[in-house]
């Protein structure tokens, strides 16, 4: 122990480095120094005194001025404050009391108090597991969402997609999930939300049941963009600090699409050329380095829900597609079955889940296809069934279809606060359909 201290004291450096603040360009604050690398903490002094410190962290350089972008807000900065280094990136203090509580993108509590005692720091920049090192994903875990349970099951460890346009219920299916699912924590992301919508979702969505075993971390829409990226890169470290205690963590961040907006926000600041629909090319490679921390690890599992803003519902715009290629699914929420009251709204022929087959028996995976199957018959058929034109008897299928397609519908809809386990979802679809399209 003391040699560890003795090792620890060396690394120390007797001196401080500090620059001064030239000029503040949009979102950037150039200064003269001090000595800092890319990725460094470092506190602005303001006030009359230098009382105050702003965190800012070094995000480039330009010539010899250090690019910082401020974790708050710039007001009081001016030219000459002074910029000192910290010599390490931002840090977290992690630990189970923070459980039930709200914290905001730098790991303080949002509403002004001091931290619980006894956390541990963590730091929000980390790489992800050796993939040789990740266990496969060979267990199911219960989400108590029986569309999801049923034709998408998700395993432990599984990285998923939510994408849909606003208002089709995103936040609901997310709740959902956290009051329900079998994991042993839930860590919950809002990034760039509006803040009238956050304890909408706490009282409302999640309540008090839901918020026993959840932290959340929340960096709304009027805060720097650097704020919106260290609340997703927050969220991340918390979850993978539980994870290395053996915990099954339940990951849910809304949204990526922000997340992303964030950093390109940053990148053009900076001077980064603007690409495909004005994202720059830092937004592409940052997202493999988020989405791949979550998963599974020798300790434990993060199970992780990112959700996607589809704008105009269009499936193929850039973020979409590139979130689509690194994750292990997607779940589509669709605006049409949202205006039949169908909810949650998932459209479950245009999701899926890549692990499914290797995480379920035959039986339930061969019913689940079926199932796939009639769904699209009837679609395919229902402009002629809806317009009469259709007459029974001509196809064998597609009568199939519509005398099970209503029983299908009324199974995939749920009540938010009607509970539903794996087992029971599956021993309950597996006994309603498994005569039925035999």
Known sequence: ???????????????????????????????????????????????KKNTQRVK?????????????????????????????????????????SLIGKVIDGAGQLLTGQSLPKGLTSYPTENEPPNPLLRPRIEEPLSLGVRAIDTFLTVGKGQRVGIFAGSGV????????????????????????????????????????????????????????????????????????????????????????????????????????PPTTKGYTPSVFAMLPQLLERSGTSENGSITAFYTVLVDGDDMNEPIADAVRGILDGHFVLERQLANKGHYPAINILKSISRVMDDIVQTEHSQLAKKIRGILSTYLEAEDLIQIGAYKK??????????????????????????????????????????????
């Open 1 to 47: 122990m003391i040699q560890h201290l003795i090792d620890n004291m060396s690394d120390l450096s007797p001196y401080k480095w500090y620059g001064k603040v030239t000029r503040v360009v949009g979102l950037t604050i150039e200064a003269k120094g001090p000595q800092a690398s890319v990725g460094e903490l470092c506190y602005i002094l303001v006030g």
């Open 56 to 96: 800012a962290e070094v995000v480039g350089f330009r010539d010899d001025d250090v690019l910082l972008m401020p974790l708050h807000s710039t007001t009081a900065i001016s030219p000459g404050c002074l910029v000192e280094a910290t010599g390490k990136p931002l840090e977290v203090k992690v630990g189970h």
């Open 169 to 272: 219920g995103k936040s609901t299916l997310m709740a959902m999930i956290a009051k329900s699912s079998a994991a042993d924590i839930n860590v919950i992301a809002l990034i760039g939300e509006r803040g009238r919508e956050v304890k909408d979702f706490i009282e409302r969505d999640l309540g008090e049941e839901g918020m026993k075993n959840t932290i959340m971390v929340v960096a709304t829409s009027d805060q720097p963009a650097l704020m919106r990226i260290k609340g997703a890169l927050t969220a991340t470290a918390i979850a993978e600090y539980f994870r290395d205690q053996g915990m099954n963590v339940n990951l849910m961040m809304d949204s990526v699409t922000r997340f992303a907006m964030a950093q390109r926000e940053i990148g053009l600041a900076i001077g980064e």
């Open 393 to 438: 008897g001509s196809s064998p299928n597609i009568d199939e279809a519509i005398s099970v397609y209503p029983a299908i519908l009324a199974f995939l809809q749920q009540q938010t606060d009607e509970l539903s386990t794996l087992q029971q979802s599956i021993q309950q679809f597996l006994q309603q359909f498994g005569q039925e399209v035999r």
